[in-house]
């Protein structure tokens, strides 16, 4: 199936090309535009106007495709993948990068960094995931590619996925007042059942939304199998009973035609209970952990939008957010007579951020120069932001609980910005356009006193001295439309971000490991070149996208080796011991420069253009790939494999019904892109040694299926269904295998044995369904 379904792709991909070509010629020869396009065709896709590569997930798409999570937005998106550790999914890898390179926001406000560093990381005893928001509250879903800070400031190292909520016009139809829409879905490949509910008012002076979401359901199904169900050589996944209750209120006041007033309020509470059956410590040594993350989000905004001849609104935002990121470690052995779980610690580990921010904007209406038309935009923000971690250990001896102080690991941290941002949008004639924004960002960040007693481990340092960051971000792009089809783009934007409380003041001294505080880290810095040719047409359209990224002052965490004289040398010399104790040292550095290179192809096919009996079919296909390097041995395992998709759509003319076929191409990633730099400890010479290896697991390419679609009975009810990996194809993503620990016996957690059987547990799910009904009136 690989050869056929890549031969697909490459011609759907040229098919455009000649068509475009051949339109393009007929309407040279005609002298008038011929052809109008269809919004349906341009649904989800980029305009022939944008600058940024943006993927643009729209209400009617996120429904279409039954996103339901993180990975199902990524689903049918080339380069672009997700950073997956197990029980923990920290957000999205774009252009290379991940994590915290990468930016989320939900409304234009940030959601915090994950908070880890590699010690903890190995036990999972806390909860290092990166937030995310229930689509069922989402209207739409944009995923920049490329550094951007200038919209998404620190953090848009490497691109930006930015969600919208609803408006009440999205619940309420048109010519009605109230609207009311409830859902519900299943998905099997975690066994999850999505219900929620929806109502709106829509009138003249008021509008009101509220918004309710339940999630239950259990772990990420597997297609491995095997007879080991314990340890590290499990080769099935952990059990996990996971809930999640999300909700959005909206109120809007339109005081007069040109003032309003705008309240919002978002939350999320969200568990997830699992049996840590791949948990590996010792014997008979168990867990069982519960992630909790909470999120509330509360926005305050003001519009004026003036009777004026050159100012078109002048807006003033106020944004709070807290969240809380708490993992419950339960730990025990068993009882060696009737192997019964004996419970013997619990851990109760947090994290919490509290944001507050106050923006002002103001943008004109297009302004005459000469024969250009200028629009500029202001917008100037203060912000301040709390992070804090907090610690509730309970030991349990001989049934009975002891509770233990409080604790912390590190100092807290504040942060305040204050910055600005310009921006210009000039229309210099009818065929050609650009964009230039220039913006500043100066952060402060503050350790504060402790807030709970820390271990002598964490104090050996004293508290750490503060740092700022000055950082000046820009973006310059023009788009020249060649013919009513076809348009060139050429951007040049950059990115930054400035580094976490714990990747510059998390210190820990012990004799078999220490971590070193690094104040004087300097933010990394990116610039994004990306080149596009678009074309649009009654036929269907292209989009070839070239890009190069550059990063430096990438932080890397740094391993040295101490070597401390053994004070008994002299008395055990005779028994062989060693006469230097070494230990490994890490501290985070800027060390590293990397660059990604790479090429993206999307197009579509209106067969009806052809074949008029072929009215509401169209075939699709998408092709995504880049390579790139560091300027150390270690490769960045984060650049995904090639990826091609392609697709067979069929719309009903009525418009009841449609259906949506995708086959998708998962490349292999190839040991040349995957070395990693180790210091390995030889035993014999009591002594590490530094050297560069493949790293253990990589993914082979897979060819995958997919079918799915919907009917509308009457305008209110619509059922949708799909049945994904058809014909159950088992398989890894790179995504899975590069989030393993592997840290052969240092650590208990998302590892794998040294003979590989817990390889299985980590293939993906086999073949599986979604279903989902809504009824709107």
């Excluded at 449609?658 to 400890?681: E, P, S």
Aim: hydrophobic letters at 35%; charged letters at 20%; one cysteine or more.
């Amino acid at each position: 199936m690989r050869r056929p379904l890549t031969a697909a792709i490459a011609l759907s991909l040229v098919c455009p090309l000649a068509v475009l070509a051949a339109e393009d010629a007929d309407d040279k020869s005609r002298q008038t535009t011929r052809y109008s396009l269809d919004t349906v065709v341009v649904q989800g896709r980029r305009s022939l106007n944008e600058d940024v590569i943006t993927d643009q997930k729209s209400r009617a798409v996120i429904e279409q495709e039954m996103v339901r999570d993180t990975r199902d937005l990524v689903r049918y998106t080339t380069d672009v993948g997700i950073s997956d550790s197990g029980r923990h999914l920290k957000g999205f890898a774009i252009r290379g990068v991940e994590g915290n390179r990468v930016g989320i926001s939900v409304d234009g406000v940030s959601l915090p960094d994950f908070e880890e560093n590699s010690l903890y990381n190995r036990y999972g005893n806390f909860n290092s995931s990166r937030m995310s928001i229930d689509p069922e509250l989402v209207r739409a879903i944009s995923i920049v590619k490329g550094a951007d800070a200038f919209s998404g400031g620190s953090g848009a190292l490497g691109g930006r996925v930015d969600y919208r909520t609803l408006e009440a016009s999205d619940i309420v139809r048109a010519g009605n007042e109230t609207g009311f829409l409830l859902r519900s879905g299943y998905a099997s490949k975690n066994r999850e059942w999505v219900n929620g509910f929806a109502v709106g008012y829509a009138g003249d002076a008021f509008e009101t939304l509220l918004v309710y979401s339940h999630r239950h359901g259990h772990e990420m199904g597997s297609r491995g199998e095997g007879p080991y169900y314990q340890q590290s050589k499990s080769q099935h996944p952990d059990p996990s009973r996971r809930k999640q209750d999300s909700y959005l209120a909206k109120f809007s006041w339109h005081i007069s035609p040109a003032h309003s007033l705008s309240l919002g309020l978002t939350g999320q509470l969200a568990r997830n209970f699992t049996d840590e059956r791949s948990y590996t410590l010792f014997g008979s040594q168990w867990r069982e952990a519960e992630d909790i993350s909470r999120r509330g989000n509360l926005q305050l905004g003001y519009a004026w939008t003036p009777e004026s001849d050159w100012l078109a609104s002048l807006k003033l935002d106020a944004d709070y957010q807290r969240t809380d990121l708490s993992a419950l470690n339960y730990k025990g052995g068993r009882n060696y007579v009737t192997d019964e779980k004996e419970l013997g610690e619990v851990f109760d580990r947090r994290m919490h951020t509290r944001f507050k921010r106050l923006t002002f904007g103001m943008e004109t209406l297009p302004l005459a120069l000469g024969a250009s038309q200028h629009t500029l935009a202001f917008k100037a923000f203060a912000s301040n932001r709390e992070f804090w971690n907090i610690n509730y250990d309970t030991y349990v001896f001989s049934g009975v609980p002891s509770p233990q102080p409080a604790y912390t690991i590190q100092y807290p941290v504040n942060t305040r910005q204050y910055g600005f941002s310009l921006e210009d949008q000039v229309q210099w004639n009818a065929s050609l356009s650009s964009r230039f924004g220039l913006r500043y960002d100066h952060e402060r960040l503050t350790p504060q006193e402790l807030n709970a007693r820390c271990s002598t481990a964490c104090t050996a340092e004293g508290r750490p001295a503060g740092n700022t960051f000055g950082n000046w971000n820009g973006l310059a792009s023009v788009v020249a439309r060649l013919n009513a089809h076809w348009a060139l783009g050429a951007t040049v934007s950059t990115g930054y971000r400035v580094p976490t409380a714990s990747e510059m003041y998390f210190t820990f001294k012990n004799a078999y490991g220490s971590w070193k505080s690094n104040p004087d880290l300097r933010a990394e810095r990116s610039v994004n070149y990306s080149l596009s040719l678009q074309g649009e047409g009654e036929a269907g359209g292209v989009n070839i996208s070239l890009y190069q990224v550059n990063y430096r002052d990438f932080l890397f965490e740094q391993e040295s080796i101490t070597r401390t004289r053994n004070p008994y040398y002299e008395q055990c010399q005779i028994w062989g011991c060693a006469e230097y104790d070494e230990s490994p040292v890490q501290q985070m550095v800027n060390l590293d420069r990397a660059r990604i290179r790479g090429l993206e192809f999307s197009s579509h096919l209106n067969l009806a253009y052809y074949w008029p009996q072929l009215e509401g079919w169209k075939l699709s296909a998408q092709l995504g790939y880049s390579q790139g390097s560091l300027s150390s041995d270690n490769s960045l395992l984060s650049i995904q494999p090639l990826k091609g998709i392609l697709g067979l759509d069929y719309h009903a003319p009525n418009g009841r019904w449609a259906v949506f076929a995708r086959g998708t191409y998962l490349g292999a990633k190839k040991a040349a892109d995957a070395q990693v730099v180790q210091n390995v400890y030889s035993y014999r010479n009591r002594t590490f040694s530094r050297v560069v290896t493949t790293y253990p697991y990589l993914n082979r390419r897979a060819a995958l299926l997919d079918i799915y679609g919907y009917v509308r009975a009457g305008e209110r009810f619509t059922f949708r269904a799909g049945v994904y990996n058809i014909f159950n194809r088992k398989y890894h993503t790179w995504d899975a295998l590069r989030g393993i620990n592997a840290h052969y016996g240092a650590s208990t957690t998302n590892s794998v044995d040294r003979e590989g059987y817990g390889l299985e547990r980590f293939h993906a799910p086999g073949r599986n369904f979604s279903l989902s009904m809504e009824y709107l009136f």
